[in-house]
């Protein structure tokens, strides 16, 4: 079994930055199997940051990793208006896939 409990989401204006984590607990194979997606209103959940990045996020976003505490980062900078949406935590090994509870991430001025 595993959990995650992802924080640092909020309220920032365009151009501003956050960095949200993602802590893990229970059987964690490998911190490289976790990355980060996001689902905005209307649209389909999508890969932000694991291996790669996503096009839209490139350059502006920067996904790390600590072993020792199981926790994983997204650092968000120049954040725009279309990066609003829940963000969520995964970790996939094997025929382990599991989601954390997704954190709000709101960009408006």
């Known amino acids: 079994q595993v959990q995650l409990v992802e924080s640092g989401g909020g309220l920032v204006q365009p151009g501003g930055s956050l960095r949200l984590s993602c802590a893990a607990s229970?059987?964690?194979?490998?911190?490289?199997?976790m990355g980060w997606y996001r689902q905005a209103p209307g649209k389909q959940r999508e890969l932000v940051a694991g291996?790669?990045?996503?096009?839209s996020v490139q350059g502006r976003f920067t996904i790390s990793r600590d072993s020792a505490k199981n926790t994983v980062y997204l650092q968000m900078n120049s954040l725009k208006l279309e990066d609003t949406a829940v963000y969520y935590c995964?970790?996939?090994?094997?025929?382990?896939?599991?989601w954390g509870q997704g954190t709000q991430v709101i960009v408006s001025s």
């Open positions: 995964n970790y996939k090994y094997g025929t382990y896939d599991y």
């Open positions: 291996i790669k990045y996503a096009d």
């Open positions: 229970g059987s964690i194979f490998s911190i490289y199997a």
